[in-house]
């Protein structure tokens, strides 16, 4: 069984995920996965089977042990916030709820200019004071044992869900706004820029250590929309946070993920993260030629290739370190959060190869 | 309105879409779209009121009506046989039903090695009668106007839809295969390689003058495996049409198009195919110059642009065609496929655009 690793136990803090981060050469490359909180795991599904998915959200010591249970379980370099992306959206006004087996759902979708005139950026400590009441319960649970990652949706990420009020496969009535109001469309990309912007702040400020900012649907525009419509507005976000006291008192790496990253990443490279994720359909040595020596990389094994027996697997994950190469500046990840039908004991499978290949290299 | 644009009526035979698929120097690009017959017509929407989907790919008459009616609208330079990519999957035992605003489904998904072992390449001719049957009525009514271009999903595209039952946003059942039982996986490809070799030599012998491959949903690869699963077979579709009888006697240029082509360009250029279709999350410039001087390329405005005004709208075609080049062997297409919320009235602004672009070019 997948008993707790020995290499969870750490008599001193375990920093190898912030060095990466900054690109200070490290002993072996942290590893922590996207998602690593969640459905596939059954200490997860018990809590579940108590509360729902926002009442996790919204209760801090419910988030709290489930953000914690990965690590006990695999001992991974760094902790996530337990949260969703899409939590702002309900202090703009724009509601949510999680549909079983249908997803997110935004009952006042925005499609136009008088939607766009009626948002405002919330305060995120009054609005959502549990998200840093959960930071602050799990640092104090950690005690330093690994950094913990706050994070929050890339502006166009969070205008894909505000327009299309849920998912899509070709968004049209985002494009639709992008390219029949492209003026509502920026006013639209400017709230919630400065709503991520404070809400990531307000995240540093209570103690998260590193923030993640999930563009998962910028992949699907083209590289001048992408320019236009996400990148601007990502690097909106990091300048904001980076000119900010909670910054100046927390110098927190800036992690920046775009889905479908590949046709995007000399742009990328400007956004001005610390470190840029990368998803499975490029080759790390690729990306990172592209990318350039001024940030670091994290990723990308497809998450399905935990639906591998354990040699191939183990072959899959010394594939990825191999293309990463040895230069400072890699943390292992998934190139996508882990998929909820993933056999737990592969997972074990993969932190122990990122352990051993690198451990042998 | 868009009336009938005075360059649809030809008195020579147009055959500027076939003579760019060789390369050949035009005196301007061809101009067609994926889908361009569908639901954004009312006129399409006419005989859907009478038809079911499926009722219209199996009557010969009808798909013929659907598929001349952009070309009497626009005067586009290509006719596309009206049909489904998953129309093989019917006669192959895994059944096909089109299901309102749900999509495709197949009742009989097949997700393990006794349900491929069951499965066997079906006749075309016995089997799919009534798609030649089309393609000859439609090349009579065409009587030489402009090219008919047939075409097929390919293996692993089919492949997404025969494991998963369905659309999918994660893939996991296909996925599930293709690392749970790799052996399994190589053997479903194979079938649906032979499957649909031996569906367009049919289309070849009933007289299609092009044929076109959709990859719709190869993007979700990592490269190694967008290599292993799905250009291997591709090549293998073509190598098997290039040493038919049928494309003996009918050299019909072939196009293979990777919705989220970026990643793998350099790969793609190695598949034989004569033309390769590019979506629109990569600028043609950069496309042309990681797939060499070898093929043709297709494409690439973001169906969505179609949203925009005709000025912004014009200015984006003048944008691909910049982008496109000088070189022989461009045809303007869209990146995907039109879709069905397209006011007609933009596809005729875009169609004029080529027009007037090249010709001041």
Avoid at 143 to 152: N, S
Avoid at 267 to 288: F, H, K
Wanted: negative net charge.
């Amino acid at each position: 069984m997948t008993a707790q690793s020995s290499e969870a136990s750490f008599d001193s803090p375990n920093d190898l995920f912030l060095r990466a981060c900054r690109r200070e050469p490290v002993p072996r490359p942290p590893v922590w996965m996207m998602r690593q909180a969640g459905r596939y795991l059954p200490e997860y599904q018990a809590v579940r089977s108590r509360a729902a998915f926002l009442d996790i959200c919204k209760t801090p010591e419910l988030a709290c042990e489930v953000t914690l249970q990965p690590l006990d379980r695999f001992g991974f370099d760094a902790a996530i916030l337990f949260s969703d992306i899409l939590i702002p959206l309900q202090p703009m006004g724009l509601g949510l709820e999680f549909v079983e087996s249908v997803g997110p759902q935004i009952p006042n979708p925005v499609r136009d200019r008088a939607g766009v005139r009626r948002l405002a950026a919330p305060d995120p400590e009054s609005s959502m004071g549990f998200v840093m009441d959960a930071i602050r319960e799990i640092r104090r649970a950690l005690a330093g044992r690994v950094p913990l990652i706050g994070f929050g949706g890339a502006p166009f990420t969070m205008a894909t869900y505000a327009v299309e009020g849920g998912g899509s496969k070709t968004y049209p009535h985002t494009k639709g706004l992008l390219f029949g109001d492209p003026e509502a469309a920026h006013a639209l990309l400017t709230t919630l820029a400065d709503t991520t912007a404070a809400y990531l702040e307000a995240q540093i400020r209570a103690g998260a250590q590193a923030i993640q900012m999930f563009d998962s649907w910028a992949g699907i525009l083209a590289p001048r929309d992408f320019r236009e419509f996400a990148l601007a507005y990502a690097r909106r976000v990091i300048e904001s946070i980076k000119s900010s006291s909670a910054y100046r008192d927390n110098p927190a790496p800036l992690i920046y993920f775009v889905n479908g990253c590949a046709p995007y990443l000399e742009d990328i490279a400007t956004a001005g993260a610390d470190v840029v994720g990368v998803d499975w359909r490029i080759d790390l040595d690729e990306a990172r030629r592209r990318l350039g020596d001024g940030v670091a990389v994290q990723g990308n094994l497809d998450p399905t290739c935990l639906f591998l027996e354990p040699e191939p697997l183990r072959e899959r994950v010394a594939e990825v370190l191999d293309k990463a190469g040895s230069a400072p500046g890699h943390i292992f990840n998934l190139g996508h959060g882990v998929l909820p039908m993933t056999n737990p004991e592969r997972v074990d499978v993969m932190v122990r190869a990122v352990r051993e290949q690198s451990a042998r290299s």
